[in-house]
């Protein structure tokens, strides 16, 4: 049985039984909910969490931070895709990479950029565990996002700002969204903004729990 398959609490029927509760919660993008079904989360935590990785939580991931709860990552991939094209996309906080294995094959090139090394250094191991060859990954604050490959489709931020970076703004084409959560600890909203010819459209999700975004790199 191969690691990626995964066995009893990682395995298959466990997975469906994640997508079935997202569903009840309200996520009804198939697209998403078939990604979702086929990317092994239990290879993006460690191995003593491994047996939790399909429970709808945040879980660590050391250095202070957490995986994105799965619910969280359907939303703000289902809102990206449901609203244009996502041939560019820039991730702040690459993290585990659990949301760029799951934003990779919906999308035609993904960005991700995350500040604290090792972090990045586990997470490229784990995109070429699954052979995903469109993920492009930085160390660098993403505050400044990525100038070198905007303008982007859309931008996701999986780490919150009090508030919204004006590079992030800058980085977005015409049309495109940008989804984040922002706000201080405990308050904070997850808007989705678009660039518009008359400025930026803004629409708020949901209210969510993130870790912060922090400056610098580390
Ligand atoms: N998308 C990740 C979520 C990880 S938590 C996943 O699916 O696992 C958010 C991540 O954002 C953390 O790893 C944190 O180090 C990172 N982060 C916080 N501020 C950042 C910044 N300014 N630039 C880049 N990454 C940042």
Redesign the pocket.
Known sequence: MSRLQGIGMTSQRTRDRLVRRLQEEGISNQRVLEVIRSTPRHI?VDEALASRSYEDT?LP?G??????QPYV?ARMTAALLESGPLNRVL????????????MAPLAGEVY?????RP?LDL?RERLGELQLRNVRLKH?????GWPEFAPYDAI????A?EQV?EALLQQLAMGGRLVMPVGPQGVQELVLLTRTPEGIERQVLDKVS????????Q
């Open positions: 993006f945040a991931i250095h202070g931070q957490t995986i994105s990552v991730e702040v906080g690459t993290g585990s990479g659990y949301q760029a294995a799951v991700s950029v995350e500040r604290i972090l997470a660098s604050d993403g505050s400044w996701i931020a999986t780490a700002p970076p993130f870790v912060p975004m922090l400056g610098g790199t």
